[in-house]
C-alpha cells in the first residue's frame, strides 16, 4: 500500500507525482506481488524512454495488478491509531472471463 495523500485529480499538463522505472525495479528485487496506491505513474514521466512503468512494466512484464487511486487515508489513520502497519491484505475480483479492469473492495485484516 502507498499513500501520498495525492487525493485530487490534476489540471491538464500540470505535474503529477507517481511511480517510476526505479520504484517499479525496487518492488520487483523485493518480491512485491500487488501495487495499490493513491498515485499511479508520474506524469511528466520521470523517465521519457519508459513512460508509464506501472502500466507498461510491472503490469504487462511482471504480472504485478494494480489497483489504481485506492483509497487509503482511513487505513493510514487505523494503522497509526493501532501503531501497526502490517497487515494481511485480500481483494477478490469478480471472475469475469477477459477482465482487464473492475473496481474492486479490498480488506486489510489486523
Known amino acids: ?15 503529477m507525482p507517481g511511480m517510476g522505472l526505479d520504484a517499479v525495479r525496487w518492488m ?3 518480491g512485491v506481488s500487488l501495487y495499490a496506491g ?11 524512454a ?3 512503468p506501472l502500466h507498461r512494466v510491472a503490469l504487462p ?8 487511486a485506492a483509497a487509503v487515508d482511513e487505513l493510514a489513520t ?8 502490517a497487515f494481511l491484505l485480500t481483494v477478490a475480483p469478480p471472475r469475469i472471463h477477459g477482465l482487464t479492469g ?4 479490498p480488506l486489510a485484516v489486523f
Open 102 to 105: 473492475v473496481p474492486v473492495n
Open 78 to 85: 487505523l494503522c497509526a491509531e493501532l501503531d501497526r502497519y
Open 38 to 48: 493513491d498515485i499511479g505513474d508520474a506524469h511528466p514521466p520521470l523517465d521519457p
Open 1 to 15: 500500500m502507498v499513500r501520498f495523500g495525492w487525493t485530487t485529480t490534476p489540471e491538464p499538463g500540470r505535474p
Open 28 to 30: 520487483h528485487r523485493r
Open 61 to 68: 512484464l511482471m504480472g504485478m495488478p494494480l489497483i489504481d
Open 50 to 52: 519508459c513512460p508509464s
